[in-house]
């Protein structure tokens, strides 16, 4: 299958610090990326997705960038706030293939 | 609107029993997508289903194997299992599947012994 990392196992940031997790994917012809949030105990949450003729999205205190030219994707968080302390991953697919591949996540801790 | 639910949440069973897990999707999705996550490997796609067919498929065994129901309830088998099947089984609903937001339930932990 394809294979999805990430850079950084573990991110630990100051509270009101902006976080940046990183996430390099292996499949240029990738098309559809998707962000998730796992807190302990609970499925994934959706955050933020992006497609590749776009090469920034913005949401509520989150950005994503897409850079196909390295594939490599990342998602920053502003003013970073302990309800962010989580698992962070990034996904990746074929646009309507409906299969996903999921890197291995990046565990984000905020200090207060 | 209620979310995805997964039953059971835990199960422990032993080495060469089977499971059956079963995942209810939000209201209104067709599609369900099956997921295993364990430390080593993280989040690994098993299979999708769409109006009780399988549209696509991960890389595991045929010890793993799935199906979908009109209401579009799945259930996921899991035959002789094995030490290294303990894991986080997640399932995920959406409206098609493809691009549409996939929603996560909780999962079932299940534990080999």
């Known amino acids: 299958g394809e294979s999805v990392g990430l850079h950084l196992p573990t991110l630990s940031v100051q509270e009101g610090d902006n976080s940046i997790i990183n996430c390099a994917y292996s499949?240029?012809?990738?098309?559809?990326f998707i962000w998730y949030k796992q807190e302990s105990g609970k499925g994934p949450q959706f955050i933020i997705d992006?497609?590749?003729?776009?090469d920034k999205r913005q949401g509520q205190r989150v950005t994503v960038l897409l850079n196909k030219t390295v594939k490599h994707l990342s998602l920053q968080i502003a003013a970073t706030q302990p309800g962010d302390s989580a698992v962070y991953f990034c996904?990746?697919?074929?646009?309507?293939?409906?299969?996903?591949?999921f890197g291995s996540g990046t565990k984000l801790n905020v200090k207060p | 609107k209620a979310g995805v639910t997964q039953t059971p949440r835990y199960l422990i069973k032993t080495r060469g029993q089977q499971v059956t897990l079963s995942c209810s999707p939000i209201s209104g999705h067709r599609s369900v997508s099956w997921y295993q996550q364990t430390p080593g490997q993280g989040l690994q796609f098993l299979f999708e289903y769409f109006s009780e067919t399988q549209r696509n498929k991960g890389n595991f065994p045929g010890r793993f194997s799935g199906r979908q129901f009109s209401n579009s309830r799945s259930e996921m088998n899991v035959s002789t299992l094995e030490l290294g099947d303990s894991a986080l089984y997640l399932c995920?609903?959406?409206?098609?599947?493809?691009?549409?937001?996939?929603?996560f339930g909780p999962g079932t932990r299940l534990t080999v012994l």
């Open positions: 992006i497609r590749s003729n776009m």
């Open positions: 996904a990746e697919t074929l646009y309507n293939f409906n299969k996903f591949y």
């Open positions: 499949n240029s012809a990738s098309d559809y």
């Open positions: 995920a609903s959406s409206l098609e599947g493809g691009a549409d937001t996939q929603y």
